[in-house]
C-alpha cells in the first residue's frame, strides 16, 4: 500500500497567486481529513469529508480556502489568492470510519511558502 | 468542547533515559485515546492507542494508560534511544459522525547520544 499521496512536497509561490493542493487517500477508506500545522497554531483540522461528501468546514479560515472531493481516490484544497500568512505544512489524512476502527493515516505533507 | 493539554518542550534526555510526557485532557463523552509521533519532514504516525478506561495502549516499547479519573493518558519509555527523536501529539476522538481528532500542542523530543 502507498500511503496517502501528497502532491507537491513543497510549494513557493507569490502572494495573490492560486494554489492547489493534493491528496490520494488509502485505497478503500471513506473519510479524508484536511489539516494545517504551524508553530503558532499547532495542527488544525480544516475539513473533513466523509463519502466524498464534505461534513465540516468550520475550521477553514476564509473564503479563499475551497476544497473537493470529487471521487473516491481524490481531493484538492486551493487558496485563491494566496497571503503570507497561509505558509504552512497542510497534511492529508484518511481512514475507514467505522465502529471499531478509526486510525487517521497521514500523508507526508505539502510544505507552502507564500512571498 | 474536547481539549488536550500537553507538557510543554522542548525535552532534552540522554540515550537510555526514561521518558514522561504527560498529557491531560477534557472531553463530552467517552473519548478514545491517542498518541501519534512525528519523525522530521513526515506526516504524523500512529504510535499507540486506547479505547476505555485502564486499557494500556504499547508499541515500540513506548506505553500510555488510559485514566479516567484523572483524565490523563501520559507517555512513558524507560529507555529512549537517539532515534526516538521525534514530536509527540496526544489527541483524543469521541464517537460521532467521523471521529475527528482533536490534538494537543505537540511535545518535542530530543535524544542525545
Known amino acids: 500500500d502507498a500511503g496517502v499521496i501528497q502532491s507537491p512536497r513543497h510549494e513557493v509561490t507569490e502572494m495573490g497567486q492560486e494554489v492547489t493542493l493534493r491528496c490520494k487517500p488509502i485505497?478503500?477508506?471513506?473519510?479524508l481529513f484536511w489539516y494545517r500545522q504551524t508553530m503558532m497554531r499547532g495542527l488544525e483540522l480544516l475539513i473533513y469529508?466523509?463519502?466524498?461528501?464534505?461534513?465540516?468546514d468550520s475550521g477553514m479560515p476564509e473564503d479563499r480556502f475551497s476544497a473537493k472531493m470529487p471521487n473516491a481516490s481524490f481531493s484538492t484544497l486551493k487558496i485563491q489568492p494566496s497571503e503570507p500568512r497561509d505558509s504552512a505544512v497542510y497534511f492529508c489524512?484518511?481512514?475507514?470510519?467505522?465502529?471499531?476502527?478509526?486510525?487517521?493515516?497521514f500523508g507526508p505533507g505539502t510544505r507552502l511558502t507564500v512571498t | 468542547g474536547n481539549s488536550v493539554t500537553q507538557m510543554e518542550g522542548p525535552v532534552t534526555l540522554s540515550e537510555e533515559a526514561f521518558l514522561t510526557i504527560n498529557c491531560t485532557y477534557t472531553?463530552?463523552?467517552?473519548?478514545?485515546l491517542f498518541w501519534y509521533v512525528q519523525y522530521p519532514g513526515e506526516g504524523l504516525q500512529l504510535l499507540l492507542k486506547?479505547?476505555?478506561?485502564?486499557d494500556k495502549g504499547s508499541n515500540k516499547g513506548f506505553e500510555a494508560t488510559y485514566r479516567k479519573e484523572t483524565t490523563s493518558f501520559h507517555l512513558e519509555k524507560g529507555s529512549v534511544q537517539v532515534s526516538d527523536s521525534a514530536v509527540y501529539f496526544c489527541?483524543?476522538?469521541?464517537?460521532?459522525?467521523?471521529?475527528?481528532?482533536?490534538f494537543g500542542s505537540g511535545t518535542q523530543l530530543t535524544v542525545l547520544p
Open positions: 486506547a479505547t476505555k478506561a485502564d
Open positions: 489524512a484518511s481512514s475507514l470510519w467505522d465502529l471499531r476502527d478509526y486510525e487517521q493515516y
Open positions: 489527541a483524543l476522538s469521541v464517537a460521532g459522525s467521523a471521529r475527528q481528532l482533536t
Open positions: 485505497s478503500g477508506h471513506n473519510s
Open positions: 472531553a463530552t463523552g467517552y473519548p478514545s
Open positions: 469529508f466523509n463519502n466524498n461528501v464534505p461534513i465540516d
